[in-house]
């Protein structure tokens, strides 16, 4: 069952196509990889179905519920930046359980999740200190805690990974595989790195020039226009032998 579905999607920057009639699809409970170098539009595509910007055409649904005109807090969907967005001037901590907060959560749900997301991510001894005295990996671990800690229907990754080195990012694909296993929430990880991809991923697609299309595209743009005409992208997707 599709948790997500994008309809000919299309956002136009600076006259330019930076996402091009995509449509595809993320299932309930499942990993899927959007795979592209960068600058093909895979942060625009993200940004717009967190809110953060509105699509030129096109439609998001979540759970068969068109987004327009739902701001980002209403969404149930929760993001991971490429550069983490942590707050510089607050602990870790504080910076986990800063959507609880602006939730109004309880103090006990507060404090009982905060201590599970301590655990979970493997910061049981950071939570009092502050962004800069952490780890490229460990600010990662933060991001992720922030972002799944109000159990999200959707998980969107815009490259989170990128700033890694090659061993911590293959260590760190196997605990994101592990959490969405664990939590059973949707994944949408956008990542130019192919290689992680092969054998973790649940669903994936290829994005190029703004396009969205299935694995084999990757052979280039001209494959890839091609078989984003002729074939849909979820159910290429879901018999994929990933």
């Known amino acids: 069952m599709a948790l997500l579905e994008i309809r000919n999607l299309t956002r136009i920057c600076n006259g330019l196509k930076a996402v091009d ?14 795979l592209g170098p960068s600058g093909c539009g895979k942060t625009a595509l ?3 179905i967190a809110g953060f910007e509105p699509p030129d055409s096109g439609r998001i649904l979540l759970d068969g519920i068109d987004l327009a005109g739902t701001p980002p807090e209403k969404r149930q969907i929760h993001t991971v930046f490429q550069g983490y967005a942590l707050f510089p001037h607050m602990t870790v901590a504080e910076n986990i359980v800063f959507p609880l907060k602006m939730a109004g959560k309880d103090a ?13 991510m493997h910061l049981k001894d950071k939570g009092l200190s502050f962004p800069h005295e952490l780890s490229v990996t460990q ?5 992720l805690a922030r972002g799944l800690i109000n159990r999200p ?7 989170p990974l990128g700033a890694l080195d090659a061993e911590a990012r293959q260590e760190m694909w196997h605990e994101l ?22 054998t973790l991923t649940q ?22 226009r091609a078989a984003v005409s002729t074939q849909n992208v979820a159910a290429t997707a ?4 990933l």
């Not at 600010?139 to 991001?143: C, D, F």
């Not at 229907?153 to 490259?159: A, K, S, Y």
């Not at 669903?203 to 890839?224: D, S, T, W």
């Not at 879901?238 to 032998?241: F, L, Q």
Request: hydrophobic share 40%.
């Open 139 to 143: 600010k990662l671990r933060v991001a």
């Open 153 to 159: 229907r959707l998980l969107l990754l815009d490259d």
């Open 238 to 241: 879901a018999s994929s032998p």
């Open 21 to 34: 009639d995509v449509s595809f699809s993320v299932e309930t409970g499942k990993f899927f990889t959007l």
């Open 46 to 48: 993200l940004r717009m």
């Open 203 to 224: 669903r994936k697609a290829v994005m190029r020039e703004g396009r969205v299309g299935p694995p084999e595209a990757l052979q280039g743009p001209a494959a890839l």
């Open 108 to 120: 006990r749900t507060v404090t009982t999740r905060l201590r599970e997301a301590l655990e979970e």
């Open 177 to 198: 595989v592990g959490l969405q296993k664990k939590l059973g929430i949707s994944f949408l990880h956008a990542t130019q790195f192919h290689g992680e991809t092969q």
